[in-house]
């Protein structure tokens, strides 16, 4: 199974852009890269998946790199209710497949 | 957007009774839902997948006669933690994919058990 990498924590200012790094170096072509969050003691929250383009939703935008061993999720203008658990993802089976959830980034977003 | 609900939100039992917690799409039918149970300051972790009308496939480690999911419907999967002790106090979350396939998992609020 693939895994991900992601920094235990962030920080940033609200208004700003938070961007979410992610190693997924051992990823196969057809395994998508989701993205969730979890606000504390509530289900993860989707936000978006991508397996080789960028993708951009009314919530944020995936970058994928050209090899596809990273990605970064950017929120482009981040607010106080973006602070949670982001959780980058490789879903093992393509897009029917399961999905393992890693340790996952803590964003503090800071007035 | 799709919903899936799950209840109780929170039960709390005595150590050796079993407790069951459903998991329902209101508004899509799921072919495929997933168990997951975290622990406090943890992450996720994946129970088992279960299918509409067949038997679950656990995770390596996963007793599957003490967590008894039950999938009869396209919109109801069931999951009985059976004698219950106080280690199995935890979260369990339920998640749903649509029958028809959008790529998207679809997450429930979450059960918090405790078992005093």
């Known amino acids: 199974d693939a895994k991900t990498t992601q920094p235990t924590s962030m920080d940033c200012a609200e208004g700003r852009a938070a961007n979410l790094p992610c190693n997924h170096s051992?990823?196969?072509?057809?395994?998508?890269v989701y993205w969730y969050r979890q606000i504390h003691s509530q289900g993860p929250q989707y936000i978006i998946h991508?397996?080789?383009n960028n993708e951009t939703n009314e919530m944020a935008s995936l970058i994928i790199t050209e090899d596809r061993k990273s990605s970064t999720l950017i929120l482009p203008h981040a607010t106080l209710r973006d602070t949670a658990v982001y959780y980058c993802?490789?879903?093992?089976?393509?897009?029917?497949?399961?999905?393992?959830f890693g340790q996952g980034t803590t964003l503090q977003v800071k007035p | 957007g799709a919903v899936v609900s799950q209840h109780p939100s929170w039960v709390i039992c005595k150590s050796g009774t079993s407790v069951k917690i459903e998991c329902r799409s209101l508004?899509?039918?799921?072919?495929?839902m997933f168990w997951y149970r975290q622990f406090p300051k943890q992450s996720l972790m994946l129970m088992a997948t279960?299918?509409?009308?067949?038997?679950?496939?656990?995770e390596q480690g996963v007793e599957k006669d003490k967590f008894l999911i039950n999938h009869a419907s396209l919109t109801l999967s069931t999951l009985t933690v059976t004698s219950a002790h106080p280690e199995d106090s935890s979260f369990y979350i339920c998640?749903?994919?649509?029958?028809?396939?959008?790529?998207?998992?679809?997450f429930g609020e979450g059960s918090r058990l405790t078992v005093l």
């Open positions: 998640s749903a994919r649509m029958a028809i396939n959008t790529g998207e998992l679809f």
């Open positions: 051992t990823i196969s072509g057809n395994e998508y």
């Open positions: 991508g397996l080789k």
């Open positions: 993802i490789v879903r093992v089976g393509g897009n029917t497949g399961k999905l393992i």
């Open positions: 508004d899509f039918q799921a072919t495929t």
């Open positions: 279960s299918n509409e009308g067949s038997k679950a496939t656990y």
